[in-house]
């Protein structure tokens, strides 16, 4: 994906007004200013909403005649880490998602163990960073309950999602070679924090528009948290972590792209 372009707009815009140091001050001074001064933005950004809106308050649905014809893979299209591969050519019958971290009763749940919970099907847009969105229909099983199960401590505050694909090295031409998950570059990942992850849209996705969920789109399971921007939606998951802080994970800015730049809260 492209630099955030909020984030573009905002250093542009803080230039032209004076707020940022002119040119020949130290130039990490400069970064650490922008990075607080775009890090308290988020803060207010996150505060403002859970202030004025409901934390069940659902993002629009729309109907069947609004879906998309073809739903755009945003990120990786084909992971070439080679577990995923071997689930892959197996139709995913033995993958398994394992529940952990901060809880009572670690889980492992089979598709078919999905697919037997109470589920939800919801028509969404979904709202890419690179300035494209999509309607489609995801079906799933909301999260809140697959967390009941496994009983989170009172010390977790955030759902981390770990997944198969690595965006800085998976394309769309499958030539055949796999990449060891104990290789660089860094595996995606994401969290949110357990108000988004108890809110009754965010469900682990795995079928879209009433089929399976293609590889491109993220099998076979996907996170959709229809207030957030796309990138929060991670694809490909093998895990989901519960945790008290983000920090200690990857390079500690609670997830892939955030990394690398940008917002960690990414609600619209």
């Known amino acids: 994906m492209p630099p955030d372009t909020n984030r573009r707009r905002f250093l542009g815009l803080a230039a032209a007004m004076g707020v940022l140091p002119v040119a020949g001050c130290d130039q990490d001074a400069v970064n650490a200013e922008v990075t607080a001064t775009l890090d308290s933005a988020e803060t207010l950004t996150r505060a403002a909403q859970r202030l004025f809106i409901s934390r069940t308050s659902l993002a629009p649905e729309f109907t069947e005649a609004d879906i998309a014809p073809s739903f755009r893979p945003n990120g990786s299209v084909s992971p070439r880490e080679h577990g995923y591969k071997a689930f892959a050519k197996t139709k995913f019958a033995d993958w398994k998602l394992r529940v952990e971290g901060l809880v009572e009763k670690p889980l492992d749940l089979s598709l078919a163990d999905l697919r037997a919970m109470p589920a939800r099907t919801q028509i969404t847009r979904h709202d890419c960073v690179e300035g494209w969105s999509a309607i489609g229909k995801w079906t799933g099983a909301p999260l809140a309950p697959i967390l009941d199960l496994a009983k989170p401590a009172n010390t977790a505050k955030y759902v981390v999602f770990h997944c198969f694909d690595a965006p800085d090295y998976d394309s769309g031409d499958d030539d055949g070679s796999e990449l060891s998950s104990d290789l660089k570059p860094d595996l995606y990942y994401e969290s949110i924090d357990l108000i988004d992850a108890r809110h009754p849209q965010t469900i682990l996705a795995y079928e879209l528009n009433g089929a399976p969920l293609p590889v491109s789109n993220g099998a076979p399971l996907r996170v959709r948290v229809e207030r957030q921007l796309g990138y929060k ?36």
């Open 233 to 268: 939606m991670a694809k490909y998951i093998k895990s989901v972590e519960l945790i008290a802080d983000y920090s200690k994970i990857a390079g500690g800015n609670g997830g892939f792209w955030e990394d690398r730049g940008y917002e960690w809260y990414a609600g619209i």
